[in-house]
């Protein structure tokens, strides 16, 4: 695991969607996983801000959701299709038949999430699977206890996620839907790579525990300590419960992979450790 440390959320989110667009520079068919939720719409920023002004070409991108609501319609506003529409789809070049998310709707959820997992084998797997960390712990919809090998499936909502998600339901938790489809844990850790965002001071200690704690499925996203290529991106609000602080600001300053990602964060010396 790679943790890199920014100073502010933005440029977190900034470097994230660089990585993401390096992704699909090297591999204009690459195969996306993306999540929604407060902490991406900045990311999402930058890529249709990158599509406009850099030309960052999404026609042969396919793009595969980590989760939905189940029982919400596509069109309804608070759907994780709808919220993908306004922060991207709409505004960038991929073809609408690549994009995939569950289908809430579906009336054998079960058969929906195995037909899921197989248009994401059909396309060869996820290249990049973005995430982020939720209060609890959660990478999609993977709330604790979820089975570190568990797939694609219907699950049921914590209240804490409920609440988490109650501001695009008018602020009330009871309106956030009580059950979801969601890709399983075991699901994300066969993407090739992961890429984790977290920011702001309420991520703070569950990224602590995720990272740097014990492998558990009480915190589901502690399962990417198992994934050979995963990468963490965090602001300093979300990292400052991270014990080994120094050493991830050392690796990121001076291992040659990040040489080409430092921009927005200059190399400068760290405080008790060599370059
Ligand atoms: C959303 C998802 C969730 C969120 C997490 C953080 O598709 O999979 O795991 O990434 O709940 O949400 P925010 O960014 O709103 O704090």
Not at 191 to 219: D, H, N, S, Y
């Amino acid at each position: 695991m790679n943790i890199i440390l920014q100073a502010t959320a933005r440029d977190a989110a900034l470097l994230t969607a660089r990585l993401l667009a390096k992704a699909l520079r090297d591999r204009p068919a690459l195969v996306l996983g993306l999540a929604t939720g407060r902490t991406m719409e900045e990311v999402y920023a930058h890529l249709v801000r990158m599509h406009r002004t850099e030309k960052l070409n999404f026609s042969l991108c396919r793009t595969f959701n980590l989760d939905e609501y189940a029982g919400l319609p596509a069109d309804h506003p608070s759907s994780y299709r709808a919220y993908m529409e306004h922060h991207l789809f709409r505004h960038i070049n991929i073809d609408p038949r690549n994009t995939h998310l569950p289908d809430g709707m579906a009336d054998d959820l079960n058969a929906e999430a195995d037909h899921y997992e197989a248009k994401i084998r059909v396309c060869g797997g996820i290249d990049v699977q973005l995430l982020g960390i939720g209060s609890n712990g959660h990478i999609g919809f993977n709330e604790p206890l979820s089975a570190l090998q568990s797939r694609t499936r219907v699950t049921a909502l914590t209240p804490a996620t409920r609440t988490q998600n109650a501001a695009m339901f008018g602020g009330k938790a009871q309106r956030v839907p009580a059950r979801a489809l969601t890709m399983g844990v075991g699901t994300i850790l066969e993407a090739r790579r992961c890429l984790l965002l977290a920011t702001g001071p309420a991520k703070a200690e569950i990224l602590a525990q995720a990272v740097e704690g014990p492998l558990t499925a009480m915190v589901t996203a502690s399962a990417l300590q198992l994934h050979p290529c995963c990468t963490v991106i965090a602001d300093e609000s979300a990292g400052a419960r991270l014990q080994n602080q120094t050493y991830y600001r050392w690796l990121f300053a001076n291992d040659p992979e990040w040489a080409d990602f430092r921009t927005v964060q200059k190399k400068r010396p760290v405080r008790g450790m060599q370059p």
